[in-house]
């Protein structure tokens, strides 16, 4: 499995943009399918977004579809989320997650590997 952490989480206004990143360690980052998903207090997990290994192929969910844009740099071992126009609604504790296969997924429950979560607010 790979090592997952995050970065670049914080208090931004509504409108405004915030991008995050997500740091793996091991040999295999191009191995993995990568996907972010989020969690605000008292709700579940949901899907944000997720990318195939060699970056071609992007899904989103469809509360930040055409908002938020997610990436990644093999070379780097690094996914990376620009998340714009953000809203309060937004506001969650953001994971990033690797999943080693072929398949893009959107299920939680299938991902392998997650990141410790950075915070996002975004205030109204």
């Known amino acids: 499995q790979v090592q997952l952490v995050e970065s670049g989480g914080g208090l931004v206004q509504a409108g405004g943009s915030l991008r995050l990143s997500c740091a793996a360690s091991?040999?295999?980052?191009?191995?993995?399918?990568m996907g972010w998903f989020r969690q605000a207090p008292g709700k579940e997990r949901e899907f944000v977004a997720a990318i195939s290994r060699s970056g071609d192929i992007t899904y989103y969910g469809d509360s930040v579809e055409g908002r938020f844009t997610i990436s990644r740099d093999n070379a780097r071992n690094t996914v990376a989320l620009q998340m714009n126009s953000l809203k309060p609604e937004d506001t969650a504790v953001y994971y990033c997650a690797g999943r080693r296969g072929q398949v893009v997924v959107s299920a939680s429950s299938l991902m392998d590997s997650w990141g410790q979560g950075t915070q996002v607010t975004v205030s109204s």
């Open positions: 091991g040999r295999t980052f191009s191995s993995y399918v």
